[in-house]
Nanobody
Framework: QVQLVESGGGLVQPGGSLRLSCAASGNIFSYNPMGWYRQAPGKERELVATVSINGRTYADSVKGRFTISRDNPKNTVWLQMNSLKPEDTAVYYC?????????WGQGTQVTVSS
């Protein structure tokens, strides 16, 4: 069984920064892709960033502002979010892919507002 626990969300002003963390536990391996999705009210869930053995990928909307990183021994992934915009407001979900299955965290709210 895989469990993902997120932290680091909150309220921030436009232009500010936040760092999300996701700690994974269970039978996982460094080659299992991990990353972040987000879902804003009334919108579909959107892939934000992924880190895998093939490298890092980002949604066009966050390129140059967000950075994903991973510590394999600690089974932890972070999402550093800079220059935040109101449109970044969403619930952010950590995920891990194992085989054909995605495992999800509980979600953490990020609100960008003045």
């Amino acid at each position: 069984q895989v469990q993902l626990v997120e932290s680091g969300g909150g309220l921030v002003q436009p232009g500010g920064s936040l760092r999300l963390s996701c700690a994974a536990s269970g039978n996982i391996f460094s080659y299992n892709p991990m990353g972040w999705y987000r879902q804003a009210p009334g919108k579909e869930r959107e892939l934000v960033a992924t880190v895998s053995i093939n490298g890092r990928t980002y949604a066009d909307s966050v390129k140059g502002r967000f950075t994903i990183s991973r510590d394999n021994p600690k089974n932890t992934v972070w999402l550093q979010m800079n220059s935040l915009k109101p449109e970044d407001t969403a619930v952010y979900y950590c995920y891990l892919r194992k085989g054909a299955e995605n495992y999800w965290g509980q979600g953490t709210q990020v609100t960008v507002s003045s």
